[in-house]
């Protein structure tokens, strides 16, 4: 492979995505390589949020119903612009909550526990808040959680074999609930052939989307799976505790929402005031509270590009980054004890790498002292995420000669082998 500065100019020149890089605010003299734990920041998101609050300068409550952002069908607008990228209908989509408030929404409407069909289904490589709010629905219906979530454990401690987790969909499992993609190692889990083995077994399963949405392709109508909640901060790029997500498949029109809040009611009926909710025919009946207007503002300007690039080139271009970071990394840091543990197949690797190192925390902070933000985790893993619409091959160039410069001078050594409050 060509390792030189110029391939990686060349790459970034036939670039089909190149222009958006102008969008987005990139903090000065950095390499922002932290994407997935939350986006920059675009000229279209502060455009929308200067235009949201002008509505409520200028319009106050009338905001509601007028100027060109209605606040009362905001939610359903954004939830119909975010539909493509995980292959749903417009009706199926809803920005409302946060990831774990609307995954005990999802647990709370579709969690029937009868017989022996008792467990939640889990793995334990999933991000930690979404086995608390597992543990704590579990608890609310009376069950232990040591004994009634049934957790898949990892061969390896960073990798899932799916076929692992369709055995432990045995008949006392009543839900199931697992990542897209896995926050530290990257996988991307079979969800289509995942879907299908759950229902052969009569099982409803759901998908944290998080490190998947916006990153790479979904069809989830087509794969048939019956819900999924995400964040919106990170490859969304929709700001520092941005609206979350949700979709529920059509044909669970019909089961209420298990966790009800008047903003789920039927827009012509909301405002009756009725003791009695009359919920809404599609997934808005899912929303509990007024939506936060201005947290969920810089996603309508960040889906206007998401819209215009279109998802198969971000992803396109997202594996042909990481492609020739992992390069670059076997090429220039084998002698250095960097253990690359996401999977080498496309359609198995997200839109991160994670590398493993003893020195991991040192190194994070010998990156940042020369302007490459990268992303901790405890106890000794690096990630990196170099995103589509703003990160160039230039700079994955860059981040691992800074590597290789910190591992050869042993520049790491300065700093304490231990993460900041915040990884």
Partial sequence: MDIT??????????????????????PSGTVYMDGNSLGLLSKRAESAVLSLLDSWKNLGIDGWMKGQHPWYYFAERLGGMCSPLIGAMEEEVIITGSTTSNLHQLIASFYKPHGNRTKILVDELNFPSDLYAVSSQLALHGYD????????????????????????????????????????????????????????????IGFDLCHSIGAIPHTMDEWGVDFAFWCTY?????????????YVNRKHFRVGPGLA????????????LDIKMTPATQVGS??????????????????QIFQE???ARIRDKSWKLTEYMRCLIDEL?????????????QERRGGHLFLLHEEAARICKALKEKGVVPD????????????????????VWETVQFLKEIMEKEEYLKFENKREVIA
Avoid: C
């Avoid at 840091?333 to 996401?342: G, H, P």
């Fill in 5 to 26: 500065k110029e391939y990686a100019r060349k790459l970034d020149k036939e670039d089909t995505l190149k222009t958006y890089r102008t969008e987005f605010y990139i």
């Fill in 333 to 345: 840091l084998s002698e250095y004890a960097f253990q690359n543990v996401s999977p080498l197949e």
């Fill in 261 to 272: 809040g008047w903003f789920g009611s039927d827009k012509d009926k909301q405002f009756d």
């Fill in 234 to 246: 990170k490859h969304l790029n929709g700001g520092p505790g941005s609206v979350g997500g949700l």
């Fill in 145 to 204: 959680p040591s004994e009634h979530m049934k957790i898949v454990r990892s061969q390896d401690g960073m990798l899932l074999e799916e076929v692992d987790i369709i055995q432990s969909m045995t008949e006392d499992v009543s839900l199931i609930v697992l990542p897209s993609v896995l926050y530290r190692s990257g996988q991307i889990l079979n969800m289509k052939l995942l879907t299908e083995e759950a229902h052969k077994r009569d099982i409803l």
């Fill in 376 to 395: 901790f985790r405890s106890p000794n893993g690096i990630r990196l995420a170099p995103v589509a619409l703003y990160n160039t091959f230039e700079e």
């Fill in 309 to 311: 690039a279109g998802i």
């Fill in 286 to 303: 899912y929303q509990i509270g007024t939506p936060h207007i201005l947290s969920a503002a810089p996603l309508y300007g960040s889906l």
